[in-house]
C-alpha cells in the first residue's frame, strides 16, 4: 500500500484540469511540509519511468502531469484519427438548419444563421452528411441541400419524421 | 397541525403517501384508508393555509384517496359469477409498490462511486500533442444536441415558422428527397411507378404532397402526354 | 520494462476522454489477438489496484478508464471545488426508472412518479445521462428515452446489466 500522502498527490494530479504545481499542491494539503510534497512527487515520478509502462509522471510548465510515454507517440496519432470528431458549432447549427428546412437553399441557410455558411456546409458536404438533392428552376439555378442516410445513421434514426420537433422541446423545458 | 413534516421534502403525491404509510408503520398491502386520508387531506390543507405552490397532480390523488376511502366502506360487492371484486385499494397499492422499488432503486443509484463526485477521471485536455483533427467519424453527437443547435439559433427569432415543423411535415420531407433520389439515379419517372412503390394510403398522400411541393419549389416539372395519358417526371435542372 | 503491448494500452487508455473499449483498442492494434488485449488490460487494472496508489484502472461503460481511488474523494472535492449534489431526488428517481424501463416514454415516467417530469427530463438531457432514442410508431409518434454511456461511465457501471434488479417489483410478480 502506497504512503497516504504520496497517493493523493497522485490522485490530484490526474484530476487536475492543469499541470498541478507544488505550490497547489501544498495550498490543497496545508498540512503537509512543503519540501515533503515535493520529495514525494519526485519519487512518483522515479517509479513511473523505472516502471518502463505506458504512462508517465513528469514536471511538465511548472507542475506535474501524467503523459503518454513518447515512443508510444504513433500509437496515440492512430487513437487521435479514429476519435470521434466533434462537429464545430457552426457546423452543428449549419446541419440543423439543414435538417429542419430541407428542401433548402444556402441562401437560406445563411439567411438564417445571420452569417455565410460557405464553410461549415462544405465540412456537412465532405463528411457526408449533407448532400445536394438538385437545383432550383430559377434564374442562377441555386442548388438545393438536403440530409444524407448517413446521417439518419449518425442520429439513429430510421427517418426524418423521428426527428424531435421544437414544439416538443418547448413543452419540455415548460 | 402535530406532522413533523419538512416542506417541499416529497417528489410528488406518491411520495407523501408513502411517508404516511411509512410514519404510521402502516402494512402498505393492507392501507386502513381512512386514517391515510385523512392525514394526506390535513397535509395539503396545511399546504393551502402556507399559501405553497400545489402540483395539480396532488389534488388528483386526494381525490383518488377519498373515493378508495367510500368504496371501502360499501359491503364488497359481487360480479355475476359469485367471485368477490377486487380490493379497491389494489390498483394504488400497485402504484405505490412500483414507486417505492424505484425510489429505492434511484438511492441505489446515489449510492453508486460517482464521476465527479467520488472519483474523478484525467481532468486536463489531451495529453497528446496538438494536432489538426478535422478527419475521422462524426459520432459524439445526438439528436438533441442537434434540436438544441436549432433552438438556439431561432430563439433570438422566434417565428411560427420554426416552431410549426411537425412530424407530419418531415414525412412529406422525407418523400421528396426520396424522389429526388429516384430523379437523379436515372432520367425520369411516372406518376404511376411513384404511387405503386406507395403501397399504404399514408405514403400515397405524402407522396402527392411531395410532388406538389417540389414542383412549386421549381425543382422538377410533370409532362403529360394526352388528357388521360402518363405523367412523367422530370428534374427541372439536370444535376 | 514493461511489455510493450500492455504499455501500448495503457498509454491509450490515458489519451482517451472516454472509457476505451477493448474493440477500440484492438482497431488501433490489428495485429493484436482481443483476448489477449483483454487479458493485458486485466493485468493493468489488477496491477494498480495491489499498488494502493491514488490512482486505478477501471472498467467501466464497455472500457478502460484510469480514475482517483474513491476513498481519496474529499481532496478531490477540495481540488475541484465541488459542494452541492450532482442530481436532485426528482432528476435521480427520473433517472432511475428510464435506466430500468427503457426504451420508455415520458407518459409512462409521469404516472410512475405521480407527477409531471419534464424539468428533471430535460436536465438529464441536457447532463446528457438521457437521450432521445427514436420515436414510438403509434398515433402523435411520442418520443422513446434511454440512458447513454456517459449514464454508465458516471455510475461506475460496466453495462446495463449490472444495475441491480428492482426487488419489490419482482416479490411481487411472483
Known amino acids: 500500500?502506497?504512503?497516504?500522502?504520496?497517493?493523493?498527490?497522485?490522485?490530484?494530479?490526474?484530476?487536475?484540469d492543469a499541470p498541478l504545481s507544488a505550490d497547489k499542491i501544498g495550498e490543497l494539503i496545508p498540512d503537509a511540509d512543503r519540501k515533503e510534497l515535493k520529495r514525494l512527487a519526485g519519487e512518483l515520478a522515479d517509479e513511473y519511468e523505472q516502471r518502463g509502462g505506458g504512462i508517465v509522471f513528469r514536471e511538465v510548465a511548472g507542475g506535474y502531469q501524467f503523459r503518454t510515454r513518447d515512443e508510444l507517440a504513433p500509437w496515440l496519432r492512430k487513437l487521435k484519427g479514429i476519435k470521434a470528431a466533434l462537429l464545430t458549432p457552426a457546423a452543428l447549427e449549419t446541419l440543423a438548419i439543414v435538417a429542419y428546412r430541407q428542401p433548402v437553399l444556402k441562401a437560406e441557410i445563411d439567411r438564417i444563421r445571420g452569417v455565410d455558411v460557405s464553410g461549415p456546409l462544405k465540412k456537412l458536404l465532405d463528411k457526408k452528411l449533407v448532400r445536394i438533392v438538385g437545383r432550383k428552376d430559377v434564374p442562377g439555378k441555386p442548388i438545393i441541400y438536403g440530409t444524407t442516410k448517413k446521417f439518419l445513421e449518425v442520429f439513429d434514426l430510421k427517418d426524418l419524421s423521428e426527428l424531435p420537433t421544437l414544439r416538443e422541446l418547448k413543452e419540455l423545458q415548460e | 397541525?402535530?406532522?413533523?413534516?419538512?416542506?417541499?421534502?416529497?417528489?410528488?403525491?406518491?411520495?407523501?403517501?408513502?411517508?404516511?404509510?411509512?410514519?404510521?408503520?402502516?402494512?402498505?398491502?393492507?392501507?386502513?384508508?381512512?386514517?391515510?386520508?385523512?392525514?394526506?387531506?390535513?397535509?395539503?390543507?396545511?399546504?393551502?393555509?402556507?399559501?405553497?405552490?400545489?402540483?395539480?397532480?396532488?389534488?388528483?390523488?386526494?381525490?383518488?384517496?377519498?373515493?378508495?376511502?367510500?368504496?371501502?366502506?360499501?359491503?364488497?360487492?359481487?360480479?355475476?359469477?359469485?367471485?368477490?371484486?377486487?380490493?379497491?385499494?389494489?390498483?394504488?397499492?400497485?402504484?405505490?409498490?412500483?414507486?417505492?422499488?424505484?425510489?429505492?432503486?434511484?438511492?441505489?443509484?446515489?449510492?453508486?462511486?460517482?464521476?465527479d463526485r467520488d472519483v474523478f477521471k484525467r481532468g486536463y485536455a489531451d495529453p497528446l500533442p496538438a494536432e489538426d483533427d478535422d478527419e475521422g467519424e462524426v459520432k459524439e453527437i445526438g439528436i438533441f444536441?442537434?434540436?438544441?443547435?436549432?433552438?438556439?439559433?431561432?430563439?433570438?427569432?422566434?417565428?411560427?415558422?420554426?416552431?410549426?415543423?411537425?412530424?407530419?411535415?418531415?414525412?412529406?420531407?422525407?418523400?421528396?428527397?426520396?424522389?429526388?433520389?429516384?430523379?437523379?439515379?436515372?432520367?425520369?419517372?411516372?406518376?404511376?411507378?411513384?404511387?405503386?412503390?406507395?403501397?399504404?394510403?399514408?405514403?400515397?398522400?405524402?407522396?402527392?404532397?411531395?410532388?406538389?411541393?417540389?414542383?412549386?419549389?421549381?425543382?422538377?416539372?410533370?409532362?403529360?402526354?394526352?388528357?388521360?395519358?402518363?405523367?412523367r417526371i422530370f428534374l427541372s435542372v439536370s444535376a
Open chain 2, 1 to 115: 397541525m402535530t406532522y413533523e413534516i419538512k416542506l417541499d421534502i416529497f417528489e410528488g403525491p406518491l411520495d407523501l403517501l408513502l411517508y404516511l404509510i411509512k410514519k404510521n408503520e402502516i402494512d402498505i398491502y393492507n392501507i386502513p384508508m381512512a386514517v391515510v386520508t385523512e392525514q394526506y387531506l390535513d397535509y395539503i390543507e396545511m399546504m393551502k393555509s402556507l399559501n405553497l405552490d400545489l402540483a395539480g397532480e396532488y389534488l388528483v390523488l386526494a381525490s383518488t384517496l377519498v373515493h378508495i376511502k367510500s368504496r371501502m366502506l360499501l359491503p364488497p360487492a359481487e360480479d355475476e359469477e359469485g367471485n368477490e371484486e377486487a380490493d379497491p385499494r389494489a390498483e394504488l397499492v400497485q402504484q405505490l409498490l412500483e414507486y417505492q422499488a424505484f425510489k429505492e432503486a434511484a438511492s441505489q443509484l446515489e449510492g453508486r462511486t460517482v464521476l
Open chain 1, 1 to 16: 500500500m502506497m504512503e497516504e500522502l504520496k497517493a493523493v498527490i497522485e490522485a490530484l494530479v490526474l484530476a487536475s
Open chain 2, 145 to 231: 444536441e442537434l434540436i438544441e443547435a436549432f433552438r438556439r439559433i431561432v430563439t433570438s427569432s422566434v417565428r411560427a415558422e420554426f416552431l410549426d415543423i411537425d412530424t407530419e411535415k418531415l414525412s412529406l420531407t422525407e418523400r421528396m428527397n426520396e424522389v429526388m433520389d429516384m430523379l437523379s439515379a436515372r432520367e425520369s419517372v411516372t406518376f404511376a411507378e411513384l404511387m405503386g412503390e406507395a403501397r399504404s394510403r399514408r405514403r400515397i398522400i405524402f407522396t402527392l404532397l411531395a410532388l406538389l411541393e417540389l414542383m412549386k419549389q421549381s425543382m422538377i416539372r410533370a409532362y403529360q402526354v394526352g388528357t388521360f395519358g402518363e405523367i
